[in-house]
């Protein structure tokens, strides 16, 4: 079995050297351009005023831009702008298209019919469909729409999404209040929170941040499903806040100029309850909260500069049916008996060179016994886990155009809610590494050539307790028009 594993981790390697190969080579005969789509066409500027080396991750002027109300401070910031023709439509559309390959080991115990010990799937095809547009509605005010269509074929095939469209963001920002030079600002409605490092603006396509969205008791996994999900593998855990996911609700947020170069932000958040615990008693009226504040030294902290954080997040979440809507047909956002949870953490990002980024992120998060307690779980005792995530980001000089990858994403438990549960049950160790190169970028369309790895561990979550393995190979084409 060794010797079957080493010749596969050869053939990967093997393989994923071929793609960078060709990738370079590629480089080789692609005649660079510049700017990206949306803003570019508005602004008439190259895509590395905002982006590292272009789409998506922003830089720090990009972040500043955004943190702004996609605002430069001129007349063409405007969207009455008499320069800016009825032909100008601030929509893009972004997706992937390529080959995916994907693996889960012990996923079954080899013996019961229909279990396989091993899981894979390898498909051309595509993510899915992000349609997206950001910008000013008049002076000051801002806004962003993405929505995100159900597609049957999404995901190189592996996971309908059909009857799943939705917006995943929509929200209007109300910039520099009083004057305050963006001290002061208010947003209403979906959007991503203020995180250590934006999931939604993350180079690698494939691989989530594993503490944005891990849910104590319920088995760690990427692109494929977990069939220890179907042999109680799991235990109920009535609370599935995820700071990774886009929420609604309120942020009044704010920037401001430090000395040394340095800059002071901060975001408080009210979240609805509404899209918690969906699929039981959902929701509720109630309400979380969410903040962060940062400070960085001589930069904003992203191509130069340094920066540390610190944020939280605290709320409760709705456990029983309405007694009007008893179960098994809750109705939705009607939630009752709402129990407790926490999140707290810090978190850094270290420039070098203006070509290497490290990011850096902890965080400590608490389920109150209560919530498990309801879900009938004998001698319930609070989910307490860690996690946390180092990133090192690399853009060379000398190949400006190439942006490349490592991250390691950790989560180690220290108490399972439920006592007959081992305590290192859906430990998670999650490795990724991309390389991404950029090229036939114009004001009207980026093309990017990406390669992406990530081999994970979950404890003790196969049908048989054993460690599950899965790893996950992406070869594609990422593009925005």
Known sequence: MKRQNQRAVIRLGVGMGAILTVSILFSLWSTPAWAIPAFARKYDLPCSVCHVPSFPKLNDFGNTFRDHGYQLGE?????????????????????????????????????????????????????????????????????????????????????????????????????????????LNLKVGKYELDLPASEKRSPTLNTPFVMYHYVAGTPYTTVLGNPGLLLNQTYVNP?????????????????????????????????????????????????????????????????????????????????????ACPAPNPCPGTGTGNDSFYRIGADLSLTLMRQFNLIAAYMHADDDKQLFLSQGIANGRDAVWDGGFVELDYNPAKWSQWLFIYRYDLVLNSQQADPTFAKNFNNVGSHTLMARYNFNISNRVDTTFHVEYNYFTTKGTSPTNSDQMGQTVLAALDFAL
């Open 239 to 323: 609370n599935d806040f995820a700071i990774g996911e886009n929420h609604s609700g309120v942020e009044v947020s704010g920037i401001t100029q430090t000395a040394g170069d340095g800059v002071f932000r901060y975001s408080l958040n009210a979240l609805s309850n509404s899209d918690l615990n969906t699929s039981g008693s959902g929701g509720g009226r109630g309400l979380s909260f969410y903040g962060r504040v940062s400070q960085s030294f001589g930069g904003y902290g992203v191509v130069s500069g340094q920066r540390v954080g610190l944020f939280g997040a605290y709320g409760n979440v709705a456990v029983n049916p309405s007694a």
């Open 75 to 183: 007349e063409n910031d405007l969207p009455t702008f008499e320069a800016l023709t009825k032909g100008y439509w601030p929509v893009a559309f972004r997706t992937t298209v390529g080959y995916q390959y994907a693996t889960l080991r012990h996923a079954g115990d080899g013996v019961t019919p229909g279990l396989s010990k091993e899981l894979n799937t390898g498909s051309f095809g595509f993510t899915g469909l992000d349609i997206l547009s950001f910008g000013t509605l008049a002076r000051d005010i801002s806004y962003g729409i993405v929505y995100t269509p159900g597609l049957g074929s999404a995901g190189f095939n592996s996971g309908s999404t059909a009857g799943g469209g939705d917006l995943e963001s929509a929200f209007v920002k109300l910039d520099n209040i009083f004057h305050t030079k963006y001290l």
